[in-house]
């Protein structure tokens, strides 16, 4: 990890972090998404990604969220429940007591991932909704290939 990350700042004076004043990491964890959002800021994509740590990088950057004694981790992307190893990094950072928060486009959370973020103690999980009438919200997010419109959340809003 870089030394600014680590709580040195060389355009002030080294600062070192205390239990006020942690640390929070907001993680875009991968570049892979399902939807083409004309906002997207990160430019994702979809298929194979660019850069994308691998699972053994992923852990070691929570296991330095925790030598940080960060206490919170946001996890973002791209849509980070692409990634396979979602739940290896979330049930590493929730070992070492770091509070997980999702930010995600809803479009995979089934009933089966919602339990599972419960059983990962995710503390929050955001989801954004771009206009209140659907149609115009699914275009601004590009739509889900060969699936239901991004409004309806892969069944989310039911539960």
Request: neutral net charge.
């Amino acid at each position: 990890m870089s030394l600014s990350i680590k709580g040195h700042d060389y355009v002030k004076n080294d600062r070192e972090f205390t239990d006020i004043s942690r640390p929070l990491i907001f993680w875009n964890i991968t570049y892979r998404c399902n939807l083409k959002c004309i906002h997207c800021y990160i430019n994702a994509i979809q298929g194979l990604s660019r850069d994308e740590l691998t699972t053994e990088e992923a852990l070691r950057v929570v296991d330095d969220a925790h030598e940080l004694r960060t206490p919170l981790l946001i996890i973002s992307g791209g849509e980070p429940l692409i990634r396979e190893d979602i739940t290896d990094v979330m049930r590493r950072a929730n070992d070492y007591g770091i509070k997980v928060s999702l930010s995600t486009n809803g479009t995979l959370i089934t009933r089966d991932w919602a339990l599972k973020l419960k059983e990962l103690n995710v503390q929050y999980v955001g989801i954004s909704i771009d206009s209140p009438i659907p149609e115009v919200h699914d275009k601004i997010r590009g739509g889900v290939q060969g699936g239901p419109g991004t409004w309806r959340l892969g069944g989310v809003l039911r539960m």
